[in-house]
């Protein structure tokens, strides 16, 4: 791909024109080759993929249109990267939980388990549940973000005498609505 610099002539244009392609990204305008024709047929796989990309250029496109969201991804974008980059980039990637410490939790009301989840934007949301060993929801609701951004802190508010053979369950959501979930064992 051939950077232009300065030049009158192609300053500013964009499209096909007999085999080369002009783009303009971040004020300077690009020349590069017109990519060749696929003919084969795509693999199903390849198919999820596309049909992903186009859910991601539709959140791109409704998130820009949205002043405060646009705002909020411009804030995180780097050079040469606008706000719908930044929105279809996060469409592209799920949150994550990386830990559920569950050293803290006593079962009494006011302990507390950390959860650390993250996202290549934002997490949204982190709900936790605790349920019996045969299933029973004891407790649920929203854990708190901690000065360590990555960090959230659910407080029990619920009696629970024998926490033995129980679980955790967390939910991490993003600001696209990707959800996460992991469970640990008590």
């Known amino acids: ?16 024109l007999e085999g080369i392609v002009f783009r303009v990204k971040a004020g300077k305008t690009y020349v590069a080759s017109a990519p060749e024709k696929k003919t084969r047929e795509l693999s199903q796989a390849q198919q999820e993929h596309k049909k992903t990309f186009q859910e991601a250029i539709l959140y791109g496109k409704g998130a820009i249109a949205d002043p405060v969201t646009k705002a909020q991804y411009q804030e995180v974008a780097e ?25 803290k939790y006593t079962g009494l009301p006011g302990s507390t388990i950390t959860v650390s989840a993250m996202d290549d934007f934002k997490v949204a949301e982190v709900q936790v549940a605790i349920y019996t060993s045969d299933g029973s929801l004891i407790e649920s609701g929203a854990a708190v973000q901690q000065s360590q951004l990555e960090k959230w802190l659910y407080t029990a508010t619920e009696s629970n005498g024998d926490v033995a053979g129980e679980k955790v369950v967390v939910r991490v ?14």
């Open 173 to 186: 959501s993003d600001i696209p609505g990707h959800l996460t979930q992991l469970e640990s064992n008590l």
């Open 79 to 103: 050079e040469g990267q606008s706000a719908y980059n930044v929105a279809v980039a996060d469409f592209l990637n799920a949150p994550s939980i990386e830990e559920i410490d569950v050293s």
């Open 1 to 16: 791909m051939v950077k232009i610099k300065k030049n009158i002539v192609t300053r500013g244009f964009s499209g096909k």
